[in-house]
């Protein structure tokens, strides 16, 4: 996700740089009190804070190898050789494990005030408990999936804690209000556990009484991973020694590997298994600080306390950027199997398999909105906005193509697949806002919104004959190689209503130009798609002459925080 990270950061530079030029083109406009302020060291000191927000991980494991020494033939130790993937399948060796996290974090600090200058220093801890779990398999490459894809095989990857100690360096744009960016290296834990079926039943390859027994059927791997982190953000100081705060954070923890090694308890030998695991984030954050000591002569409560520059009613327009972290799990409710002259079939009846995916993805989103408010009091304002987010975001899991077990015979192969993809979102929302000052409202919002997602359902379309060892060679079989299943590729797309809730801060720093920072959850329900794919041709097989139908829903949910910038018109 390094290019999401550049993009988001890219844009939020871009409307700092938009705010400090309107800021020098209208300086002239400021109230004559805050061009006095301007030189006043109100934002130097000690500050305590605590910040809520989310953590999006972005996080994938690929394994690099696999052995398997109680195999009778030596060239069939090597897992992936054993499964053809050296030979020309080209097998699945990773996956991705993206999530999303409420996150909580105290922060401490402190900050040099030199003119509208600042630079600063800031260490925060953060708590954020999140598990993306892949069942049917105890490591996330084909040779692990079981026939049946039984839930009682699985990898997992856990996040919990996240630290960090950052330089900052910012600009106030206003005597109240400070733009700034922030560095500095990063920590977090990090969790992987691999679960190795112990029921003979479902042919476990850890089960006491199977063919090797290994041992021990869980494993896990406990880290603190030392990566960095960079980002921005703004905070606007409310009265003397309040400072409210939103920020956004990229954080790359890069790859680490871990090996792991179980024993045959039935026989000679032992599995090896390594792989890699590459780890970056996004956080975004809303906080608020208390800053020690007392601005000097109390101006900077005098500023806060100004009338603010006309009333808060009107038409506006404006642009945002962020992120929206979306949380989708794919779930197969039914397959069905039509033979040519037979009665369908089931294709889940009796089936012990797992039937969903996650498929969760993170984007830079940017979104121009429109709106108007209403001041009804000296203290509250109403209002109503729409916006337009792009956030083009794809997640894709390979070895199946559709979600959860393979009930149809994929291939286990790279070349079957499934994805998920989010281009767009809109909404139509309702304000209700609180002047905490005459320049400073937090406001709630809530209302319809929109999102579009396309699915994509692949299936592999090649046949091959693959020599394994001399002597031994394996057919390929794929569903919808020529003459078989068609079509091949299959791909649907819905725009799905939900609705939407969320907070966020506006500030007037000049007297037409507001800034904001916003926190907006989304559910949009689940949206539902039929796959259909037939053969009907004699080169297919006995296999062939029937109709597979599967239905699948989507479960779409969204988080998004952004940073806009507006213009009142009067």
Known sequence: MHRVAHSTLVIASGLMAMTAAHAADIAVKAPALAQDLAPVAAWEGFHLGAGVGFRASDTNVNVT????????????QNMFFASGCSAGLPCVTGRPFNGTAFRISPYLGYDWQVGRALLGIEGDVGFADQTTTLLGSFYPATPFATATGSPTNS???RTSW??????????????????????????????????????????GACAAAGATGFAPATITNSHTRLGYTVGGGAETMLGTNWILRAEYRFSDYGRASNTDVRTATAAVGTQTVTYD?????????????????????????AYAAMPAGGSWSGAYVGAAAGIRANQTTATLDK?????????????????????????DTT????????????QIHPKWV?????DFGFADAQSTSSGNYLPGTPVFGASGGQNDSFSVRTRWDASIRARAGFLVTPSFMTFLTGGVAWMNVEETSRCDTSAQTLAIVPGLTLTENANCAPGRRSPAVITQSTTKPGFTVGAGGELKVWSNWLLRGEYRYADYGRASFTDSRSCASAAGGINCFLTETATNSLRLQSHTAMFGIAYKID
């Not at 190898?65 to 069939?76: M, N, R």
């Not at 039509?338 to 294709?347: E, H, I, K, V």
């Not at 109403?382 to 729409?386: A, R, S």
């Open 335 to 359: 397959a069905t199997v039509l033979p040519a002259g037979f009665a369908p079939f089931d294709a889940l009846d009796n089936c012990r398999c797992f039937l969903s995916n996650g498929f």
């Open 363 to 374: 984007a830079a989103r940017v979104s121009p909105y429109v709106g108007y408010n209403w």
């Open 155 to 157: 990898f997992s990857v």
């Open 162 to 203: 996240d630290a960090s100690l950052r330089a900052r360096a910012g600009y106030l744009i206003d005597p109240a209000v400070l733009l700034y960016g922030t560095a500095g290296p990063s920590w977090i834990h990090v969790e992987t556990t691999s679960n190795c079926s112990t029921l003979l039943a479902t042919d």
């Open 382 to 386: 109403l209002g109503l906005e729409g």
């Open 277 to 301: 695991t590459l780890l970056r984030t996004h956080t975004a954050t809303f906080g608020l600080a208390y800053k020690f000591g007392t601005p000097a002569g109390g101006s900077m409560a």
């Open 65 to 76: 190898s696999a052995t398997d020494t109680t195999a009778a033939l030596p060239a069939l």
